[in-house]
Antibody
């Protein structure tokens, strides 16, 4: 059974940095589409970034140039490096996985809260 | 970017009765491979989202058969044949045809 466990969230000042981790088990991140999705308090879902099976990466407009998604196949972990954080980046960040045929994001982590505040 | 719009915003339902919600995209989600790149997710209060439907009409593993997805191109529908109390939550559609991937704003299902 696929499982995802996020970590690394916390309180950070505007302009600061955080690195989120998503530890995967039950499947390999190398053969999956791995995405980060966030949800601001009381708001809807907002797609942040994805890394494809071939290693190509894509970002939402609001985070492009500030966030970097990466994966470590030796530890089966996906990361989200977040720099130049803004107040509006405050959200619960979920890691999600889709199989190599993109049959929906069928596994989600429990989420990790990032709070950007002075 | 592909804009995804859901309606209604709120859907009061009676247990045992059917329910239906809509998802529309600003561009066709039908790929040349014949698949519609549109997923449906449900988020129960206090929980992570969970996949219900992929490729517009394929039920995900473990999803009750009272949930069904339909439509093609730019217009899609999620139907619940007989609503149960555990179906309360927010339902989101998401297009995966093109990055940036985009979600609809959600439809909140509540019991009358």
């Amino acid at each position: 059974e696929a499982q995802l466990v996020e970590s690394g969230g916390g309180l950070v000042q505007p302009g600061g940095s955080l690195r989120l981790s998503c530890a995967a088990s039950g499947f390999t991140v190398r053969s999956s589409y791995m995405a980060w999705v966030r949800q601001a308090p009381g708001k809807g879902l907002d797609w942040v970034s994805v890394i494809y099976t071939d290693g190509s990466t894509y970002y939402g407009h609001s985070v492009r140039g500030r966030f970097i998604i990466s994966r470590d196949t030796s530890t089966n972990t996906v990361y989200l490096q977040m720099d130049s954080l803004r107040l509006e980046d405050t959200a619960v960040y979920y890691c999600a996985r889709a199989d190599n045929n993109l049959r929906g994001y069928d596994s989600w982590g429990q989420g990790t809260l990032v709070t950007v505040s002075s | 970017d592909i804009v995804v719009t859901q309606s209604p915003l709120s859907l009061p339902v009676t247990p045992g009765e059917p329910a239906s919600m809509s998802c529309r995209s600003s561009q066709s989600l039908l790929h040349s491979d014949g698949k519609n790149y549109l997923d449906w997710y449900m988020q129960k209060p206090g929980q992570s989202p969970q996949l219900l439907i992929y490729f517009g009409s394929n039920r995900a593993s473990g999803v009750p058969d009272r949930f069904s997805g339909g439509g093609s191109g730019t217009d899609f529908t999620l139907k619940i044949s007989r609503v149960e109390a555990e179906d309360v939550g927010v339902y989101y559609c998401m297009q995966t045809l093109r990055t940036p991937l985009t979600f609809g704003g959600g439809t909140k299902v509540e019991i009358k």
